[in-house]
């Protein structure tokens, strides 16, 4: 007579076992779920993203992306021209308000990259997006024969099936 567990006898009674161990599939009687239909576009009831909805929207409120980009990009080539002054006289410059101006390497670098991705984001408005990755049409791969038989260079001919006999 054999003792089991208490913990073997819940996993019994959790996994019906049937005959064979080895052959039984715990998981046959499982029931998976339909996988649903493979649907494109937007789903019923969405807001369309971008619908002239938004741009009717932004004109009512007298509020143009572009040129605030435009003005943004304007405002921190100043600000970077100022840097780049600062860096070159290479002394503290005292402001209007008493407060004194030194030049910051991290500050330069976080205005040059705000000037990148301003340039980014608005040369998508001048010219369509071109596909990183280049599609060229280049001819397939030739193969290749190599020679097992030991015999000093001959000819190698390309074998075909009609060759073979």
Avoid: W
Avoid at 26 to 41: D, F, I, L, W
Wanted: hydrophobic residues 35%; proline residues 8%; charged residues 30%.
């Amino acid at each position: 007579m054999e003792l089991k567990s208490k913990m073997e006898q819940e996993l019994e009674d959790l996994i019906p076992l049937e005959s064979g161990i080895a052959g039984a599939d715990p998981t046959a009687s499982m029931v998976q779920p339909e996988e649903p239909p493979e649907k494109r576009g937007r789903k019923p009831g969405s807001i369309n993203r971008h619908s002239k909805a938004a741009i009717r929207r932004l004109a009512q409120c007298g509020f143009d992306p572009i040129v605030k980009m435009v003005k943004l990009y304007e405002q921190v080539e100043k600000e970077i021209d100022a840097l780049v002054k600062l860096r070159s006289t290479g002394t503290a410059v005292i402001k209007a308000d008493g407060t004194t101006a030194k030049y910051s390497f991290m500050a330069h670098a976080q205005l040059l990259t705000l000037q990148q991705k301003l340039v980014g984001d608005l040369l998508r408005y001048a010219y369509a997006r071109v596909p990183e990755t280049l599609q060229i049409d280049a001819p397939p791969p030739t193969g290749i024969v190599i020679n097992l038989s030991g015999t000093p260079k001959q000819d190698i001919k390309d074998i075909t099936p009609e060759e073979e006999d």
